[in-house]
């Protein structure tokens, strides 16, 4: 067996890329529970520039950052299931909107931090950002008559936009601000179900409930610090 | 001949990125110089979504962001100077510090558009990343005695962080501030005198006065804009 282990939180959206991507790749891990209030000697010793999760250690080899850890189980394990397209211009489209991911899917997430005008900026920031995936990425999957970036099944642009399900709903749910209109983002909305209802991805979300109780204590912890 | 043209601008560090990646692999192109303040159809067509510069066009298709283009051409050159490492886990501490420098170069550069306190707060930001680098990247070059990310020659991490050379210099001059201090971070201004000297980079790079002069012009634009 490898010797693959996880360090992540139960309740991470980034923790669950690189749990879909084990999964998808049938690789077998140990999962190691943080606790980032108090974080272990191993996370820090093994992602010492950001000290965050998720955190793979291959062999004793540690690597961070969820889609750099989606790279590397691609390559160390290329014959399952790859997770990016074969040719390169198709890999270059799939790179340009993981990165898009990862650079502006955090607005929505500054909605869960912030409130009043900051909020508001925040609000109006996720809002470009939807509008802009469902024109320019969602519309190219319907003009591809695609369920998914992988085709008839996730990759690894699927997984990068897979927090914006279970975690986004967490988040409206918590502080009240309504994002995913269906009407405004049909074709967002669609890919969103499907994803979740996806063949490994469906086995392996949090409990919802668990998952929109801890962000609302969580927001009731963020709005009684800046209220006081 | 491969049917490559570049879109780029003469004065922006990431157009040279993409130089010196086409220039190392030794790959024909065509050049075309764009004017920002009056994007060309050509442009708006090619990164409908960003609209930025550079963008590589391969016999008529089109990628966007510098370091997406300089993975592009990795994989459809591969055999000419390879700009990553074979092994999957090198590979892996590549991309950690290409994707550091993505995300936070910026604060160097956000020193050119800001004064003040906003500047002050990017000139802190900027001190704290360089440290970062100089302790874990630069550190590492030394630990495994190293002149460069890719052994003896540049690779696509040096190719990242090139820009804090000239680019650094031309932003320290026309601000006033000085970021780069050889005593404070040595190892990363020995990379950076190495790197500006590197066969290859050496030859394309802008020219100094130009560069200089052309950053002067536009840092007194911006502070005549704000202080009116």
């Given at each position: 067996m490898e010797d693959v282990k996880l360090l992540g939180t139960w309740a991470s959206p980034f923790s669950y890329r690189v749990i879909w991507a084990l999964k998808l790749k049938g690789i077998d891990y140990e999962y190691i529970e943080q606790d980032l209030s108090n974080k272990s000697p191993l996370l820090l010793q093994s992602n010492p520039v950001h000290k965050k999760i998720p955190v793979l250690i291959h062999s004793g080899k540690p690597i961070s950052e969820s889609m750099i850890i989606l790279r590397y189980l691609d390559e160390s394990w290329p014959e399952n299931y790859p997770l990016l397209p074969a040719d390169p211009y198709e890999r270059a489209v799939a790179r340009f909107w993981i990165k898009f991911a990862e650079e502006k899917l955090t607005s929505a997430f500054a909605i869960f931090r912030t409130s009043g005008e900051e909020q508001e900026k925040a609000v109006k920031e996720s809002l470009e950002v939807m509008k802009t995936l469902e024109e320019h990425a969602f519309g190219l999957l319907l003009l591809q008559e695609k369920a998914f970036f992988?085709?008839?099944?996730?990759?690894?642009?699927?997984?990068?936009?897979?927090?914006?399900?279970?975690?986004?709903?967490?988040?409206?749910?918590?502080?009240?601000?309504?994002?995913?209109?269906?009407?405004?983002?049909?074709?967002?909305?669609?890919?969103?179900?499907?994803?979740?209802?996806?063949?490994?991805?469906?086995?392996?979300?949090?409990?919802?409930?668990?998952?929109?109780?801890?962000?609302k204590r969580r927001r009731e912890m963020i709005v009684s610090a800046t209220s006081s």
């Open positions: 992988g085709g008839d099944k996730v990759n690894m642009v699927d997984l990068a936009y897979g927090v914006m399900g279970y975690w986004l709903d967490a988040v409206e749910d918590c502080t009240g601000v309504k994002l995913m209109d269906p009407l405004k983002f049909p074709l967002f909305h669609g890919w969103v179900n499907r994803f979740n209802e996806a063949p490994v991805i469906k086995d392996n979300l949090p409990d919802r409930e668990e998952l929109f109780a801890y962000f």
